[in-house]
């Protein structure tokens, strides 16, 4: 069975840092591309940042761009996401998601787990 755990949200301040994991368990993690997605209240799901299976970043977003890094440790079976300058407007829950191949993006259908809740406030 599939499971991606998220965790490492929480209240931080306005340019602030938080760094988010993703252990997978289930498959096997190393063969699979994997994504951060988010999505704010009221909002649709907006995609982050993909990592092929060789731990090469293969989408980030604009408005990510320069301050969250994907990674990943195959060893670990875990995914991170270090968020830097942390704005309001990424008040959001994240999520992984596992795709269907190791060089694949984001979509719709891939599996994603149960999220962590990042709050950006003063």
């Known amino acids: 069975e599939v499971r991606l755990v998220e965790s490492g949200g929480g209240l931080v301040q306005p340019g602030g840092s938080l760094r988010l994991s993703c252990v997978a368990s289930g498959f096997t993690f190393n063969l699979y591309a994997m994504s951060w997605v988010r999505q704010a209240p009221g909002k649709d799901v907006e995609w982050i940042s993909t990592?092929?299976?060789?731990?090469?970043?293969?989408f980030t977003a604009q408005s990510t761009k320069g301050r969250f890094t994907a990674s990943r440790d195959n060893a670990r079976n875990t995914l991170y996401l270090q968020m830097d300058d942390l704005q309001t407007e990424d008040t959001a829950m994240y999520y992984c998601a596992k795709s269907s191949s190791g060089d694949g993006y984001y979509g719709p259908a891939n599996y994603r787990g149960q999220g962590t809740r990042v709050t950006v406030s003063s």
């Open positions: 990592v092929n299976r060789r731990g090469q970043t293969t």
